[in-house]
């Protein structure tokens, strides 16, 4: 089973400030997923990676795919309280028998 | 309105009782899949289905069914729950089972409880 590890787990910071979270995995993907999640919903996509070094910017998170498939990273410049959610990296196996793999998630919080 | 929708909501059972959770989607998707989320232990995925009548297990398939008989339904079928499985399920779909470039659209989820 392909694993992957996401750090940090839990993440309070105030409003304003910048952060990062990591995805990583030994396991190569063909793609990588990053979801937003809020108390009593289900998980929301954000972002699909499948390019080795790819970056890619959505207002103000940016999301990066390591060059060798194995890990990426979310950036969110000036959090702000909108932003708190559990946000989970998802890793499409590839082949022929399809299987996503997700991280734990980090709990982020946002202060006013 | 392009959704996923899941009943229950929320369950509560006793060991042995054999229970459905039914998934729907209005969006003509080809791939369904079902998924558990614990804490600590964060989303598996439990079965998947990447067209009528074709079905595979996931990571944690032990004490599950599911059938796809139409595209749109998905149900999740717990024969003779046990406390174990308490859990927050989701449901998920897409229109391929290919993820790159695809958007996997999950339920609101359904909290169940074993006693």
């Known amino acids: 089973t392909q694993l992957l590890e996401q750090s940090p787990q839990f993440l309070s910071i105030q409003e304003g400030e910048n952060l990062t979270v990591y995805c990583n995995s030994s396991?190569?993907?063909?793609?990588l997923q990053w979801y937003r999640q809020e108390p009593g919903e289900g998980p929301v996509l954000l972002v699909t990676?499948?390019?080795?070094?790819e970056v890619k910017k959505l207002k103000r998170l940016t999301f990066q795919f390591g060059d060798a498939r194995k890990d990426s990273s979310l950036h969110i410049t000036a959090a702000q309280p909108g932003d708190t959610g559990l946000y989970l990296c998802a890793g499409e196996s590839g082949g022929s028998n399809y299987k996503l793999t997700f991280g734990k998630g980090t709990l982020l919080t946002v202060n006013p | 309105e392009a959704q996923v929708t899941q009943n229950p909501r929320y369950l509560i059972t006793v060991t042995g009782k054999k229970l459905t959770v039914t998934c729907s989607q209005n969006m003509n998707h080809e791939y369904m899949s079902w998924y558990r989320q614990d804490p600590g232990l964060g989303l598996r995925q439990i079965y998947y289905s990447m067209n009528v009548e074709v079905t595979d297990k996931g990571d944690v398939p032990e004490g599950y069914k599911v059938s796809r008989k139409e595209k749109r339904n998905f149900p999740l079928i717990l024969e003779s729950p046990s406390p174990n499985q308490t859990s927050l399920y989701f449901c998920?779909?897409?229109?391929?089972?290919?993820?790159?470039?695809?958007?996997?659209?999950f339920g609101p989820g359904t909290r169940l409880l074993v006693l």
């Open positions: 998920a779909s897409s229109l391929r089972a290919k993820l790159r470039g695809e958007t996997q659209y």
């Open positions: 990676v499948v390019t080795g070094g």
């Open positions: 396991s190569v993907f063909s793609s």
